[in-house]
């Protein structure tokens, strides 16, 4: 009998994909927490984004480190998209054999399959916008630029779709990556899969919430600031040159 060798390609694109999407769902949720410091005080997100420039550790900022950071985040970004693009029926007759699918049977998990299929295409035109202005402007990060941007330049509305988007596609990502590691697999299925769900949906409002509420207070600074002193904040405390 002649040795028959298994393709493992695909089964290594799978992998990609899930670890480049769990890393992504850890860097986001931080991410959404971390912006959300506007909520507290405009002192305190200030002091986070020092806090990412280095400040803490090296007494003076450096935005080159946030510009590493937002490529790295874009290479794993363009490797997650690349090996999800796999799975998008590529046909509308393909497209319309999975939504019949869906409605017939209303199994909810080719449902959730959809939702990652939209939101994924979403993101796939606005993130990368974002990611590439905070790779090049890293030091217009702050309370006051951060409010300029989202009110004078707009970025408002792109924010909105991108928060929606990239927090329904975490979530119901994880959840699903749950799904296939097995984690559901307790004495009761039906019981577990039901109790993953319920997270799923708990964390999306969460998160949605959270974040539209820092999009308020972002867009409230920007409409209210007096800018005629540029977007550079000056803190109360913390007296030193921001490259
Ligand atoms: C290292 C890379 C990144 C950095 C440094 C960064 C930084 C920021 C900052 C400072 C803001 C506040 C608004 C502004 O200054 O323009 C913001 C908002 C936002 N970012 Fe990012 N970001 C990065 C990557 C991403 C990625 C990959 C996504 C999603 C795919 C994302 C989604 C969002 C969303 C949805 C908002 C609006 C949040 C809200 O409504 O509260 N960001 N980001």
Do not use: C
């Not at 009998?1 to 390609?9: G, L, Q, S, Y």
């Not at 694109?13 to 860097?27: E, K, R, W």
């Not at 986001?28 to 410091?37: P, Q």
């Not at 950071?69 to 970004?77: E, N, P, S, T």
């Amino acid at each position: 009998m002649r040795d028959k060798k298994i393709d493992k390609t695909p089964a290594r694109l799978d992998f990609i994909q899930s670890a480049t999407g769990l890393i992504l769902v850890i860097f986001i949720m931080g991410h959404l927490l971390f912006e959300a410091s506007i909520l507290i005080s405009e002192e305190m997100m200030y002091r986070v984004t020092i806090m990412f420039e280095g400040y803490y550790f090296f007494g003076e900022t450096y935005p080159g480190i946030v510009s590493f950071f937002a490529g790295a985040v874009g290479v794993i970004f363009v490797v997650h998209a690349a090996t999800a693009m796999r799975k998008i029926p590529s046909t509308y007759k393909k497209y319309k054999i999975i939504k019949n699918h869906t409605n017939q049977l209303k199994h909810e998990d080719t449902s959730l399959w959809l939702i990652q299929v939209i939101t994924g295409f979403m993101m796939f035109f606005i993130a990368p916008i974002h990611i590439y202005i905070m790779m090049v402007e890293p030091s217009d990060i702050g309370p006051y630029a951060s409010s300029s941007r989202i009110v004078d330049e707009l970025m408002g509305p792109l924010y909105f779709l991108l928060l929606l988007a990239v927090v329904s596609h975490a979530f119901v990502g994880l959840y699903r990556l749950a799904l296939k590691w097995g984690f559901m697999e307790g004495k009761n299925t039906k019981v577990s899969r039901a109790r993953f769900k319920l997270l799923m949906k708990v964390m999306i409002v969460l998160y949605i919430v959270v974040g539209l509420a820092s999009l308020a207070k972002y867009t409230y600074i920007g409409l209210t600031h007096d800018f005629s002193d540029g977007v550079k904040y000056k803190s109360e405390s913390i007296i030193m040159e921001r490259h």
